[in-house]
């Protein structure tokens, strides 16, 4: 382990002591519910690195399914008691907040409780919200036809993301007409596993035009043989390190950066710039890549814009583009913020979304 790692993997541990020193205080119940409350806060936080860790799969799916909504609800539960406790220390500092809130208060509790349900509820209802992202591309390279694509990323299908959910993703790809949908990486969360039983495959047949994917980094965590084996089953044409000519547009997807000897974009370019070309690269990592390579349009997600701000401050300090639109030269790009999501299902200060692309020739 890189040294560099240790203090960002202690960063959750000193959370989780500070959100439990403040919640024991503030609470207004005797110390024996108050430890239950600490042992089942400490239980949760554990069951997260128990999922984390890849032991799901040794559950029953139900018991998996709800072990890992909760623990990763926890976690982002836990990131916001720590910003609400922080700034109620702050203000108790600043003589705005009243001494007596933060010590066996009933009014201090139901303030953090209140808070806390209103911006989880927010972020809840804010996931399931899906963002049709319209785009219209012009080209002056020569097109067989106008062409509609239905592009989208990180859909996390597996135990919370689940069959019912992909169901409704479905409907409404298939609402847009679209002649060709793509996706750029993650389609599997965290297993196999938990595609299978649920029958996956059988939603993506459902869907009314060829889909084409790149691989991403959750394929690999998940086993990128086995999704290989399901993708080919769910009908899904996986590009790895390859291209694909369809009606009349060439289509690229590159290997995941995990695999560190995939290929250049250069490579998978090989100086061809007669069609209109379409990147998939799961992670938005050296940009610069594809405009060298002339590649037209470059399509990429992984970053999920941090799904809760403010991790999202933290994505645009790490990204040239960590979310939406972007251009080099005559190379456009878009990074999507994904249209599934890792963990629990919250989005707060960002967005579900899927694209909605238009190409066609200039002054048509």
Known sequence: MKFWFI???????????????????VLPLPTALRIVVMILMTLTFAAFF?????????????????????????????????ILFLLLDA???????????????LKGSIFVAGIITAVFTYGYFNYN?????????????????PLKIVMMADLHLGYINRKDDFHKWVDMVNAEHPDLILIGGDIVDHGIRAVLYQDMASEFHRLKAPIYACLGNHEYYSDNVGCEKFYA?????LLRDN??????????????????????????????????????????YHLEDAERAGIDFQFSG????????????????????????????????????????????????????????????KGK
């Open 233 to 237: 089953a769910a009908g899904v044409h």
């Open 91 to 105: 203000g108790r500092l600043l003589h705005i907040v009243p001494d007596e809130w933060m010590h066996s208060s």
């Open 129 to 145: 919200a899906k963002r049709r992202i319209p785009m219209t591309i012009e080209t002056s390279k020569s097109l067989v036809r």
């Open 302 to 361: 992984h970053t999920h814009y941090g799904q809760l701000w403010p991790v999202s401050w933290i994505e645009d300090a790490m990204y040239e583009d960590a979310f939406g639109p972007y251009r080099l030269g005559s190379t456009q790009y878009y990074v999507t913020s994904g249209l599934g999501i890792w963990g629990a299902k919250f989005r707060i200060g960002t967005r579900s979304e899927y694209l909605v692309v238009e190409i066609k020739n």
């Open 50 to 82: 128990f999922t984390f860790f890849g032991q799901l799969d040794r559950l029953p799916f139900r018991v998996a399914a709800s072990t890992y909504q909760i623990s990763t609800s926890w976690i982002f539960i836990m990131l916001y008691l720590a």
């Open 7 to 25: 203090p960002i993997l202690l960063i959750p541990f000193i959370g989780q002591y500070y959100v439990c020193l403040r919640t024991w205080n």
């Open 243 to 284: 291209q694909a000519i369809v009606d009349g547009i060439r289509i690229i997807g590159r290997d995941d950066r995990t695999n560190q000897r995939r290929k250049e974009v250069s490579e998978l370019v090989g100086g061809d710039n007669q069609y209109f070309t379409i990147l998939l690269d799961h992670q938005p």
